[in-house]
């Protein structure tokens, strides 16, 4: 009966072998030696320490009270309603080891995933514990059964006759179960060890899938916003009218609070490299133009400019460059130029408030930078506006080179030479344009175009070697004769100054060259008298009486296409008188422009729509053009 008793204690507790955690080998366990337990141990304790919350509950799990598990469930950092329902069902320590994870929900009620699973891993920690504690008590078992065991045998060899050979088999098969039994212990503290390990590697791998999927979502949010922002994009394109001042609006300030966030220089490196507004470039112009500074001053021609004209260096920290695509494609210096630009309290031709921009000479305006590369953008289109001016006051067309690219800025220039030059010529074969104001002609009056055609700079045709100018222009007055024959029968005129062919559909009798610049009368061709409105001859009129009531026709349609109205007819016939008392007034108003808003229809000197608001003279004339007429096209008085 002994020996079976020792049988029944005797042998490792051997399980199946599977990779699961929950079904571990201890007979492997069994085999690992002193050395790698301990420095499991020290793995575990790591790793524990770090990751999972441990119990300062010294007895087994089973014993707990309701107290204890709620106590163990707070200082394990489990979540205040999850607390609080295990302290409803009233679980206490042998109900919570039987828990299962299904339980967890259906019972306790706990709707949260993350909770759930959170509470699920410190439940199996809990019941390995457990398994633990049962193993350790059945071994004290053991060894207190190998001990009566021991007693017991050696009490009854002694009254045999055989008590020497007798006691030592039984002290052998006593040793024998006594270090069976130190090995089933060892086997139970590596199963805790391989338990608490494989919790770690758990977590371990649970923390590698939730950061791939962090990885994963954090690509696709960059993907989304990537995505966001080129559909942004594309219905900001798509904006028009006041609503693309909002879209314009809206992105500087986002820009704005970029800068605030990123920082940007000193406001002492700013203000020493911030240019202050165009005042000193005009007034070099002016110089350049040989106008007389002096007295543009004292007649207001140009007006110093008030230090509360722009905001503080304090607040000049951002950029208002709306067109990002546009400077990238700009150098760093360029760049550097528009950022210290000072900030302006409204831009005269958007109304935007507190944006980055120029404050020109006239002292009287301010463009934002959109404002100002949009001008010198139509400057290169339309050459009638240049040399760019405000309120006849130059405009420094050096900015091109901050404002456009490189190569618009190169044709803008070019072609302000060209409206300035006095002499000039071009290449009957190329038609390039070449400066006679730079060339020395008094040497010699041929010159090489750089297409390869000699020219002659005294009569501005090809080169004529063995006759003279006067033979030459015989020869190519003959080849004109038709079309000038032509342009006589269509009505045409010549310039005086630049012999440019010129047509008068509609209007007075008032011209200016697009090409020169030049002010004649079109019906003598006399130099025209702006003081007087009349030709240096004073024979002609300033109006044709058809052309003056078809222009005052058209001026009463503009009113109308713009309210959107038929007039009456005799209110109508009113507003045609007006129109033609303003259109005979138009030639010696001295323009006061005032801001119209709403106002929606065609300008009538350059035929730009105007969808916004229009410019409306509040002198004699009341003429309505558009912003860029007012003030960059048009004269101060008259038209």
């Not at 009490?155 to 008590?163: E, L, R």
């Not at 007055?477 to 000038?484: A, E, I, N, R, V």
């Not at 507003?575 to 108003?589: D, F, P, T, Y």
């Amino acid at each position: 009966m002994e020996l079976k008793l020792a049988r029944k204690f005797h042998g490792p507790i051997k399980t199946q072998s599977t990779v699961s955690h929950e079904n571990l080998n201890l007979s492997d366990f069994a085999s690992c030696t002193t050395t790698v337990h301990a420095i499991g141990n020290i793995l575990v304790l790591i790793i524990l320490q770090s990751s999972k919350p441990e119990s300062n509950m010294e007895n087994a799990p089973a014993t707990w009270t309701v107290d204890n598990v709620t106590a163990w469930a707070a200082q394990a950092n489990v979540p205040a309603d999850v607390v609080s329902s295990l302290s409803m069902n009233q679980v206490d320590g042998p109900t919570l080891v039987t828990l299962s994870k299904s339980d967890l929900q259906s019972e306790l009620g706990i709707a949260s995933l993350p909770a759930r699973r959170y509470l699920w891993e410190l439940l199996k920690s809990l019941k390995a514990q457990q398994t633990t504690s049962d193993f350790s008590v059945a071994i004290q078992v053991h060894e207190q059964e190998i001990q009566t065991f021991s007693a017991n045998a050696t009490a009854t060899i002694n009254q045999g006759p055989d008590a020497a050979s007798g006691t030592g088999d039984v002290t052998a098969v006593v040793n024998e179960l006594a270090s069976d039994a130190v090995k089933q212990r060892q086997v139970v503290s590596d199963h805790m060890m391989a338990f608490r390990l494989q919790m770690a590697l758990n977590m371990g791998n649970e923390i590698c899938k939730d950061a791939e999927f962090a990885h994963k979502e954090h690509d696709r949010l960059k993907q989304l916003l990537t995505q966001e922002e080129s559909d942004r994009a594309y219905a900001e394109s798509l904006a028009t009218g006041r609503d693309r001042t909002v879209v314009e609006r809206r992105r500087r300030q986002e820009q704005q609070q970029v800068q605030q966030v990123a920082g940007a220089d000193s406001a002492e490196s700013a203000s020493n490299k911030r240019v202050s507004s165009l005042f000193g470039l005009c007034v070099q112009t002016l110089a350049d133009n040989k106008v007389d500074v002096a007295e543009a001053f004292r007649t207001g021609l140009v007006k110093p400019l008030a230090e509360p004209a722009v905001v503080s260096d304090e607040e000049s920290n951002e950029t208002s460059i709306d067109d990002e695509e546009m400077e990238n494609r700009k150098p760093a210096a360029v760049a550097s130029n528009l950022f210290n630009l000072p900030f302006v309290q409204e831009c005269s031709v958007c109304y935007d408030t507190d944006v980055k921009g120029y404050s020109l000479a006239c002292g009287d305006h301010f463009h934002c930078v959109r404002c100002m590369r949009q001008l010198f953008q139509s400057a290169l289109r339309d050459t009638t506006l240049l040399p760019l001016r405000c309120c006849e006051v130059p405009i420094d067309m050096n900015v091109a080179h901050d404002l456009l690219e490189h190569k618009d800025a190169r044709t803008i220039l070019r072609r302000v030479e060209e409206k300035e030059a006095k002499n000039k010529m071009y290449c009957p074969d190329c038609a390039s344009f070449i400066n006679l104001d730079l060339v020395d002609s008094t040497q010699n009056t041929e010159l090489l175009c750089d297409c390869g055609t000699l020219l002659c700079t005294e009569c501005k045709t090809s080169a004529h070697q063995g006759i003279t100018c006067m033979q030459n222009q015989g020869v190519q007055s003959g080849s004109d004769d038709m079309f000038l024959g032509l342009s006589r029968e269509q009505g045409w005129k010549q310039c005086p100054r630049c012999s440019i062919l010129i047509e008068l559909r509609s209007g007075c009798n008032h011209m200016t060259c697009s090409n020169c610049s030049h002010e004649f009368c079109y019906n003598c061709l006399q130099q025209w008298n702006s003081r007087t409105a009349q030709c240096s001859s004073g024979n002609c009129v300033l109006w044709e009486e058809d052309r003056l009531l078809e222009a005052a026709e058209d001026r009463v349609q503009q009113h109308e296409a713009a309210r959107g109205i038929r007039l009456a007819e005799p209110v109508r016939r009113e507003h045609l008188r007006a129109a033609v008392v303003g259109l005979e007034a138009n030639e010696i108003c001295a323009h006061e422009w005032t801001r119209s808003n709403g106002y929606k229809g065609d300008c009538p000197n350059c035929w730009f729509t105007m969808y916004a608001y229009g410019m409306r003279c509040r002198s004699d004339c009341g003429s309505i053009v558009c912003y860029t007429c007012a003030h960059h096209r048009l004269p101060r008085r008259g038209w």
